[in-house]
T-cell receptor, first 111, second 115 residues
């Protein structure tokens, strides 16, 4: 079965700094989804990547997919306290299978 | 607001109790999911329903019993739970036939504590 490994597990950054979170799959990626979760709440969809080399941005968050490395990275520019939370990556298996998720990266942004 | 609601938001129950979690989606999706989220573990898929039919049961103990009366509602009936079942239970929905991919919309979750 497919597994997703996220790194780092947790991250503390100073407000205004840039940061990167990685998600590596054990199998071929057919679709990669990034979600954000506030503690104890549901997941909020950020963006989805399908093709190798694809890059998407939403406000100050940019995600990129490296199909060959079976990896995606999420980059936050000039972090703000509102960026704090847990970032999870999810992946489509082959066919129409439900998403598999990584364990998440907990981000704290300090003033 | 994601269009997926869950009730209750918090639930405390004893091991001999019977309770139910409810999920409702107003998005016209045809697939609904139950996930369990425990501390320091990945989201665990429990059940999948497509067009009200259960298509996946991820080796979930029988003390968890799902019900999907229509494509907008999903229940998780709980009975004789164990303390290790304490977790955040998340409901999600999707409509891959329309969107072409499996983007899932999540509810806010029910925080369950089993005493």
């Amino acid at each position: 079965s497919q597994e997703l490994e996220q790194s780092p597990q947790s991250l503390i950054v100073q407000e205004g700094k840039n940061l990167t979170i990685n998600c590596t799959s054990s199998k071929t990626l057919y679709g990669l989804y990034w979600y954000k979760q506030k503690y104890g709440e549901g997941l909020i969809f950020l963006m989805m990547l399908q093709k190798g080399g694809e890059e998407k941005s939403h406000e100050k968050i940019t995600a990129k997919l490296d199909e060959k490395k079976q990896q995606s990275s999420l980059h936050i520019t000039a972090s703000q306290p509102s960026h704090a939370g847990i970032y999870l990556c999810g992946a489509d298996g082959s066919g129409n299978t439900p998403l598999v998720f990584g364990k998440g990266t907990r981000l704290s942004v300090i003033a | 607001e994601t269009g997926v609601t869950q009730t209750p938001r918090h639930l405390v129950m004893g091991m001999t109790n019977k309770k139910s979690l409810k999920c409702e989606q107003h998005l016209g999706h045809n697939a609904m999911y139950w996930y369990k989220q425990s501390a320091k573990k990945p989201l665990e898929l429990m059940f999948v329903y497509n067009f009200k039919e259960q298509t996946e049961n991820n080796s979930v103990p029988s003390r968890f019993s799902p019900e999907c009366p229509n494509s907008s509602h999903l229940f998780l009936h709980l009975h004789t739970l164990q303390p290790e079942d304490s977790a955040l239970y998340l409901c999600a929905s999707s409509h891959p036939e329309i969107s072409g991919h499996n983007e899932q919309f999540f509810g806010p979750g029910t925080r369950l504590t089993v005493l």
